[in-house]
């Protein structure tokens, strides 16, 4: 049986917005309750309307915020960052891809530098290996090697997001976290974003959360898919079940807003080869 490389139990994350000399502060519930698991190389699409907390979750996730209570599981390890600041070994398990890639990139620096920094952070690996490494990663992900020496500025949108994918992947994590990670790119461009992460998943055997407001992509790679309310989990299935038998009334609305289309005509949309 597959095992889970995420567990998450009963996660709330509450902020206090700024008091004033006539109110206190009032207490927001960005996340509420929320459980789920995660199985090894799956990927687990994470839906819903802005503002309902998935980014929220996303930054618990990758162990840039705190939950406020709750479990979670990473590799089997329970992880608080409230109780134990996270290590460099932590952070090695789950890495995240944003939705803008020119903003998530350094323009100061050079390619290069952005790939070995995780590396240069995290570990004492000498220079040359690091460089190394760095290039293999350019190829891997369908860059080159000259593209080592040139800055975020001279690239596409597409080859940016690729570049942001290298970095996420030069500490070998096992689980990414991908937040809308081809919203901002042409929809040709989209279509080479998803078959390299396909790619990627089968080639290092990762595990994807995968959040997106575009319900086309999500019939089109997820394997199970999360819907989420105001904070709260409100229906989790496959994704044929989703698709095709939703239960809850919030999916059903959501569903309904978007045009029905069977795995093929998707495919064609995004310019995928639909063999």
Request: glycine share 6%.
């Amino acid at each position: 049986m597959t095992h889970s490389v995420i567990k998450a139990t009963d996660i709330y994350r509450d902020y206090v917005t700024k008091a004033t000399m006539f109110k206190k502060g009032d207490v927001v519930h960005a996340l509420k309750g929320v459980s789920f698991e995660l199985k090894k190389g799956e990927t687990l699409a994470l839906v819903g309307e802005s503002g309902c907390g998935k980014s929220t979750l996303a930054r618990i996730l990758t162990l840039i915020d705190a939950q406020t209570s709750g479990e979670l599981e990473i590799d089997g390890q329970k992880i608080d960052i409230r109780e134990n600041p996270p290590t460099s070994e932590m952070r090695q398990h789950v890495q995240i891809v944003f939705q803008n890639p020119y903003g998530s990139l350094n323009p100061r620096q050079k390619v290069g530098e952005i790939l070995e920094e995780p590396l240069i952070i995290n570990t004492k690996m000498p220079a040359e290996e690091r460089r190394e490494l760095a290039m293999a990663m350019l190829l891997k992900v369908g860059l080159d090697a000259v593209h080592y020496g040139r800055y975020p500025h001279m690239f596409s949108g597409g080859q940016r997001q690729r570049i942001a994918i290298a970095r996420a992947l030069m500490m070998r994590p096992d689980i990414l976290v991908l937040d809308e990670p081809v919203s901002a790119l042409d929809l040709s461009v989209q279509a080479q974003i998803l078959n390299l992460l396909a790619d990627l998943q089968d080639e290092f055997n990762l595990s994807y959360i995968f959040i997106s407001h575009d319900l086309s992509v999500v019939k089109y790679i997820a394997d199970r898919v999360m819907v989420m309310y105001f904070g709260e989990i409100v229906e989790q299935n496959t994704r044929d079940e989703i698709f095709n038998n939703p239960q809850h009334d919030y999916t059903k609305t959501l569903l309904a807003a978007t045009p029905r289309a069977s795995i093929d005509a998707i495919k064609k949309r995004l310019g995928v080869d639909a063999a």
